[in-house]
């Protein structure tokens, strides 16, 4: 029931428009996501990780997990509007991908997450 919200099938997509502002529930839905995974790091290294969004008001923008002065994950995000996984094994697999990358980030520069 919680990650219901983000499996947003292509028809649905389809369906959402691009105009105006991104919703802000999508927002605090796309913010939830990377803080999902900036805690699965912390929680695998040891160093604090946050999460910055900046989203333009076209739905583009992008998502820095960082600790200290090392990026751990770095996306941009297009058509915002529409965030969302075809399915929750999907969501499970990139999110997965986006972990595992940020661990070996912070494993092999454990003195830049640390400034």
Do not use: C
């Not at 990139?94 to 997450?113: F, H, M, N, S, W």
């Amino acid at each position: 029931m919680l990650l219901k919200p983000f499996v947003v099938t292509k028809a649905q997509k389809r369906q959402i428009s691009l105009e105006g502002e991104v919703d802000p529930a999508v927002r605090s839905r796309i913010l939830i996501y990377y803080r999902a995974i900036a805690a699965l790091i912390e929680k695998e290294t040891g160093l604090l990780a946050q999460v910055v969004l900046d989203l333009n008001s076209e739905g583009f923008g992008w998502v820095l997990v960082f600790s200290g002065r090392l990026l751990l994950v770095v996306n941009t995000l297009r058509d915002a509007h529409r965030f969302g996984f075809d399915s929750l094994e999907q969501l499970s697999e990139k999110a997965t991908a986006l972990i595992d990358k940020g661990i070996q980030l912070a494993r092999t520069y454990p003195e830049v997450g640390r400034l």
